[in-house]
């Protein structure tokens, strides 16, 4: 039952911080404990408007000795700038996990993170109790490292 909400003005554009989240193939690259990403399923969703799309992803999760891999549905609603995750299978019983990304300025956004999930293990549970609070600082800042990476240090 972890949860964390998180609002932040970001020195980049809507565009450019939608791009990153979305991009899921990535994540490997840069996020803490994320050992591998495996795109099962990508499709349009004409009905949600114009570029929109759901893909179903594997993303490991390695840390320390546990390696788990679990499945989720993005749904991908650029013109709203909105990404919804919705858990398919693995160590949760649940995993809700949502973006949306308002434009502040030119140059700036607002990044609204919100993720909500309990796993299916009490070991697993009672592990990230522990470090749960340190683990999301630690993701937000590998966000933050990789759209300065990306867009440049002041976007």
Same mark, same amino acid.
């Given at each position: 039952?972890?949860?964390?909400?998180?609002?932040?003005?970001?020195?980049? *554009?809507?565009?450019?911080?939608?791009?990153?989240?979305?991009? &899921?193939?990535?994540?490997?690259?840069?996020?803490?404990?994320?050992?591998?990403?495996?795109?099962?399923?990508?499709?349009?969703?004409?009905?949600?408007?114009?570029?929109?799309?759901?893909?179903?992803?594997?993303?490991?999760?390695?840390?320390? &000795?546990?390696?788990?891999?679990?499945? *989720?549905?993005?749904?991908?609603?650029?013109?709203?700038? /909105?990404?919804?995750?919705?858990?398919?299978?693995?160590?949760?019983?649940?995993?809700?996990?949502?973006?949306?990304? /308002?434009?502040?300025?030119?140059? *700036?956004?607002?990044?609204?993170?919100?993720?909500?999930?309990?796993?299916? *293990?009490?070991?697993?549970?009672?592990?990230?109790?522990?470090?749960?609070?340190?683990?999301?600082?630690?993701?937000?800042?590998?966000?933050?490292?990789?759209?300065?990476?990306?867009?440049?240090?002041?976007?």
């Amino acid at each position: 039952m972890p949860t964390h909400a998180e609002k932040r003005v970001m020195p980049y *554009s809507a565009d450019q911080m939608y791009a990153l989240i979305a991009d &899921v193939r990535a994540y490997p690259e840069f996020l803490p404990w994320c050992s591998a990403c495996r795109i099962r399923k990508r499709e349009p969703l004409p009905e949600a408007g114009e570029g929109a799309e759901r893909i179903e992803a594997d993303l490991v999760i390695s840390f320390k &000795v546990f390696r788990e891999r679990f499945g *989720s549905r993005v749904d991908l609603y650029p013109q709203a700038r /909105r990404i919804d995750v919705a858990y398919l299978d693995g160590p949760f019983r649940y995993l809700n996990n949502h973006w949306t990304f /308002r434009p502040v300025d030119a140059g *700036s956004c607002e990044v609204d993170f919100f993720v909500d999930f309990e796993f299916k *293990s009490m070991v697993l549970q009672k592990l990230i109790g522990v470090v749960f609070n340190e683990a999301m600082q630690r993701i937000v800042r590998a966000f933050e490292q990789r759209a300065a990476a990306l867009y440049g240090p002041q976007g």
